[in-house]
């Protein structure tokens, strides 16, 4: 009880503020329709999909001339990739105190 009296003033300042921002939306807040996502366009447009369709229309119609594999230029080509040495992991559990197995 003792707690109460002594931070009465803070209880009672936060009480008044909390009403006020309720009452503030309430009165002045947004009286939109609370859809967070509006669309441009209705779901049935032919709109949609047209760039998606009309850029595999032109990957579709491309061709690849094979005789290019077959050149001296790619023929001439090395392959200077290097293979990956497997390094052994981190610890069993990374979220463990330090020192400790987490097995």
Same mark, same amino acid.
């Given at each position: 009880?003792?707690?109460?009296?002594?931070?009465?003033?803070?209880?009672?300042?936060?009480?008044?503020?909390?009403?006020?921002?309720?009452?503030?939306?309430?009165?002045? $807040?947004?009286?939109?329709? $609370?859809?967070?996502?509006?669309?441009?366009?209705?779901?049935?447009?032919?709109?949609?999909?047209?760039?998606?369709?009309?850029?595999?229309?032109?990957?579709?119609?491309?061709?690849?001339?094979?005789?290019?594999?077959?050149?001296?230029?790619?023929?001439?080509?090395?392959?200077?990739?290097?293979?990956?040495?497997?390094?052994?992991? $981190?610890?069993?559990?990374?979220?463990?105190?330090?020192?400790?197995?987490?097995?």
């Amino acid at each position: 009880m003792e707690r109460l009296k002594k931070y009465k003033n803070i209880l009672l300042f936060l009480g008044i503020f909390a009403a006020l921002a309720v009452g503030y939306t309430m009165f002045f $807040g947004d009286d939109g329709d $609370g859809s967070l996502l509006v669309s441009e366009q209705p779901l049935g447009s032919p709109e949609i999909g047209r760039e998606l369709l009309t850029t595999l229309l032109e990957i579709k119609s491309l061709s690849l001339d094979e005789s290019l594999f077959a050149s001296p230029a790619f023929t001439s080509l090395e392959d200077f990739s290097q293979e990956l040495v497997s390094l052994p992991s $981190g610890r069993a559990n990374p979220f463990a105190p330090i020192g400790v197995d987490g097995q």
